[in-house]
């Protein structure tokens, strides 16, 4: 891969080398999208993005490049047996997740407590690696969705 020109994609060079990923065009392309689409996209979402840059990627090639970043900690799954997987570009950095069960998005927050909560039972239960709260409702995209089709009839 040529020496980048860009922001993003030397820190994706730079998370590549620390974690022992060979850095690749399809890599480099699925690491950009995740950092720069705001979401948590399932594999479709991210080969869609991804085929306007290289065209002839396939569906599996993104799959595998996704399972490669989540198995050196670059990004994190959110799975739910129901659905297809999520992925998340942010995994080191603390923060929880809100799941709408209308259009499936998630969204992150941060509840602040939460480490001081994960200290006071790591003792009691071992070393805890990863913490997070995730919960599930209406997100208010959806809300206002029904609450415009309700004053419609």
Known sequence: M????D?????????C???G????SLR???????KTSGEHPDVDQV???VRRELPTISRESVYRALN???SHGVIAILDRADVVARYDVEPKKRHDHFQCERCGRFFDFEVKTLPELVDAVA???GRIEHAEIRVRGICNDCLQKEDDARKSL
Not at 2 to 5: I, Q, R
Request: hydrophobic share 50%; charged share 30%.
């Open 47 to 49: 080969w869609n993005a």
């Open 28 to 34: 480099l392309a699925v690491y950009r999208y995740l």
């Open 7 to 15: 922001a993003l994609a030397k820190d994706f060079l730079d998370i």
């Open 68 to 70: 490669d970043f989540a």
């Open 17 to 19: 080398h620390k974690s």
């Open 21 to 24: 990923l060979k850095a690749t």
């Open 123 to 125: 003792g009691a239960l």
């Open 2 to 5: 040529k020496e980048p020109d």
